[in-house]
């Protein structure tokens, strides 16, 4: 019995030791593993803080590259619109650039004679001018003169086209021409439009018309007033004036020298800014 008690009791001794190694080696895992994790955590929060400052430097550096692209689209813009006088004009570097695309179809002898910024402009606005703008029409009657000067359209129309002697009442007979004209000036929206009243030396005085200078504005007044109401011409883009018998053709000699004398002028200005603009809006031509 003796013998029995002690073996179940080495047994159970026996039986005891191995669990509480299991126990410590157990633990042991336990610690490390739990080391190990904090040590992870502690990594983890210190590659998030070189994380965060690394996405406030590329911040930094997105935040400056856009400004140093704002910087450079203000200074190609300041750049753009510095301007230059040219003759009663001014225009600006993105005109100029414009410009020298339209330049590239005009004839190159023409070119060739160019000396200055405003000889080119000329060049431009008026190769522009000359493809946009058709007069073949009016150029069969030897009543109706067409010019184009430099950047100018000058139409001259005999008054016995237009009106009655001594009168500013139109005549039916001009609708057909003004509807020509009504029809080239709406050819080129970027263009204003000066109608100038013309007379011979002859003096006039009557109940409604005072002299000379009275007749030609009233006839220029009469003019816009048709192509503002009967052909919608903008009225902004219209501007009436008189010269009386101060600007002759010829001397007022001969009746034949005064009926050329007798005429409304119909000038197409360009307004540079709105033309040039005009063209941005244009496939640039291939020379």
């Known amino acids: 019995m003796k ?4 073996f179940v009791t080495a047994a159970v001794l026996a039986t005891s030791c191995v669990s509480k190694k299991k126990y410590v080696a157990l633990e042991q895992r336990y610690n490390d593993t739990r080391g190990t994790l904090q040590k992870t955590m502690l990594e983890k ?11 406030k430097r590329v911040d930094n550096y997105n935040e400056k590259i856009n400004s140093l692209q704002d910087l450079n689209s203000d200074l190609k813009k300041e750049n753009d619109i510095k301007l230059d006088v040219v003759g009663n004009a001014v225009i600006s570097n993105s005109m100029k650039k414009k410009m020298r695309e339209t330049l590239k179809n005009v004839d190159q002898a023409e070119l060739a004679k160019a000396k200055t910024l405003q ?3 000329n060049l431009a606005v008026s190769y522009k001018l000359k493809q946009s703008i058709d007069t073949s029409d009016l ?9 184009i000067d430099n950047t100018v359209v000058m139409i001259s ?3 016995k086209m237009l009106f009655n002697t001594a009168s500013y009442k139109v005549s039916k007979k001009a609708y057909k021409i003004l509807k020509k004209l ?3 000036i709406k050819s080129e929206p970027s263009m204003e439009v000066m109608i100038e009243g013309h007379t011979d030396s002859r003096s006039i005085h009557n109940d409604v018309i005072q002299d000379n200078w009275d007749l030609s504005v009233k006839r220029a007044t009469s003019i816009v007033r048709v192509l503002e109401k009967k052909y919608g011409i903008e009225s902004e883009r219209l501007i009436a004036a008189g010269r009386g018998s101060s600007v002759p053709l010829v001397e007022n000699n001969t009746s034949e020298n005064r009926a050329r004398n007798r005429r409304t002028k119909i000038m197409i200005l360009p307004n540079l800014d709105k033309f040039f603009g005009l063209m941005a809006k244009e496939e640039v031509l291939t020379p």
């Open 45 to 55: 929060e210190q590659l998030e803080e070189k994380f965060a400052k690394i996405e």
């Open 119 to 121: 000889d080119s402009m």
């Open 157 to 159: 129309v005999s008054d």
């Open 3 to 6: 013998k029995l008690a002690l």
């Open 139 to 147: 150029e069969n009657s030897d009543d109706v003169n067409i010019n």
């Open 182 to 184: 009504a029809d080239i």
